[in-house]
Structures are given as structure tokens and as C-alpha cells.
């Protein structure tokens, strides 16, 4: 149980263009979902959370504008990297709560975002 | 910011060997979490110890945490090839709902 997945597990994109990337969680009904960027041989930064049905909360730093999330559902979160440049390319991870079990994250197994 | 330092950056050892990489933090908090992760891969989440805990073990896992030093450790005991990962502390802050702020990552390479 509480499985996370992620669409695309990678994607190379031209720099400009957007780029949508989907988190959900297969098994379970996720209230509250994490988005993380990680740079390569670098941390887990957290980009935003988001909770089912209103907006998400972005860390300082982070512009709402161009890291646009949804999360329309208990199962779905979507972040979508709009006009990406090559300094966007990175490691995405998304990870879930339970609505049972609100202390543990589920996390997903990335996705690799490389900008042209 | 609370983003946790570890240390070594990066561990070489022999299969067999114990392994023990160090977090340390600089604010309160309710819970600190070990995960693993493969290159290139998700989190796999390993352990978790709250702040009234001082030792928890789980199978060739051993982690303390010392509040009064904001540190904490991980011990993997008789270590095998396939430990070889990074292994990342992470924080849940006193009043800070279930959000986690990771360390910077101890990379293991275990050797045959």
C-alpha cells in the first residue's frame, strides 16, 4: 500500500515551453501532497505543498507564476513548469500524505525535467 | 534556514563494515527521519525518531538522536553492496504540521 507515482519518469522539453508533471497516490487519499526539486548530488528542496481543493503554499523563493500546481483531487497533483529554461532542469519529486496516517510522506520516484 | 548539515558528505567502506553518518539541526523539533535514496531514484523512508526518543533500531539500522546537541545518527551495521545510495536526515519542525526539511546528504559507496 500507499504507492505514489509520477508521469512522466522523465522528459526533455525545448526551453520556452511548458511542461506538466503528475502525482498520484494509487491507493490511498492523498489530503496533503509535497512538491520537492532536487539538483543533481544536491538535497531535497521543498518547492510547495499542496492540499486537496485550494492553493498550494510555495516556499519563499519559489515564483507561483512559473511553478504552477493543482491539486483538483485526492489522488492527483499536478506541477506544471511553465516557459522552462535550462536552469529548471532537475529532479522533481512528489511526495503524499495519507489522510489516515497524516504524519508519514509516500514519496514518488521522480521525474527528470532537461531544458534545451 | 533549518536545513540540516551532514556529515561525511561521502563514505567509502568495505562490505561488512559499519557505516555512521551524522545529521545535525538547528531549531526544535517533533521528529527526525533517515531515508535512502538510489541514484537517480525516489525516497525510500528508513527510520523515524521523535524528540522524546534517544535510540531506535530497526533490523542493521541504529539511530540516536541527542536534542541537546541537535545531532543525530545513523548506524548501519555489517554493511552490504547494496546499501550503496545517499542517505538523507530530515526534520518535521516543532509547530511545523508534517512538512520536512532535509539534511544535505551523506553519500554511501559500499565496496565488495
Known amino acids: 500500500g500507499a504507492v505514489v507515482s509520477q508521469h512522466p519518469s522523465w522528459v526533455i522539453c525545448k526551453s520556452g515551453t511548458s511542461v506538466k508533471i503528475e502525482c498520484r497516490s494509487l491507493?490511498?487519499?492523498?489530503?496533503?501532497m509535497f512538491w520537492y526539486r532536487q539538483f543533481p548530488k544536491q538535497s531535497l528542496m521543498l518547492m510547495a505543498t499542496?492540499?486537496?481543493?485550494?492553493?498550494?503554499?510555495?516556499e519563499q523563493g519559489v515564483e507561483k507564476d512559473k511553478f504552477l500546481i493543482n491539486h483538483a483531487s485526492l489522488t492527483l497533483s499536478t506541477l506544471t513548469v511553465t516557459s522552462a529554461h535550462p536552469e529548471d532542469s532537475s529532479f522533481y519529486i512528489c511526495s503524499a500524505t495519507d489522510r489516515a496516517w497524516p504524519r508519514d510522506q509516500f514519496f514518488g520516484p521522480g521525474t527528470r525535467l532537461t531544458v534545451l | 534556514s533549518q536545513q540540516g548539515e551532514e556529515d561525511p558528505q561521502a563514505l567509502s567502506i568495505q562490505e561488512g563494515e559499519n557505516a555512521t553518518m551524522n545529521c545535525s539541526y538547528k531549531t526544535s523539533i517533533n521528529n527526525l527521519q533517515w531515508y535512502r535514496q538510489n541514484s537517480g531514484r525516489g525516497l525510500v523512508h528508513l527510520i523515524l525518531i521523535r524528540s522524546n526518543e534517544r535510540e531506535k533500531h530497526s533490523g542493521r539500522l541504529r539511530v540516536t538522536l541527542d536534542t541537546s546537541k541537535k545531532s543525530s545518527s545513523l548506524l548501519i551495521t555489517a554493511s552490504r553492496a547494496a546499501d550503496t545510495a545517499s542517505y538523507f536526515c530530515?526534520?518535521?519542525?516543532?509547530?511545523?504540521?508534517?512538512?520536512?526539511?532535509f539534511g544535505t546528504g551523506t553519500q554511501l559507496k559500499v565496496e565488495l
Open positions: 530530515a526534520t518535521v519542525l516543532t509547530g511545523g504540521g508534517n512538512k520536512l526539511t
Open positions: 499542496s492540499n486537496e481543493g485550494s492553493k498550494a503554499t510555495y
Open positions: 491507493d490511498f487519499q492523498a489530503t496533503t
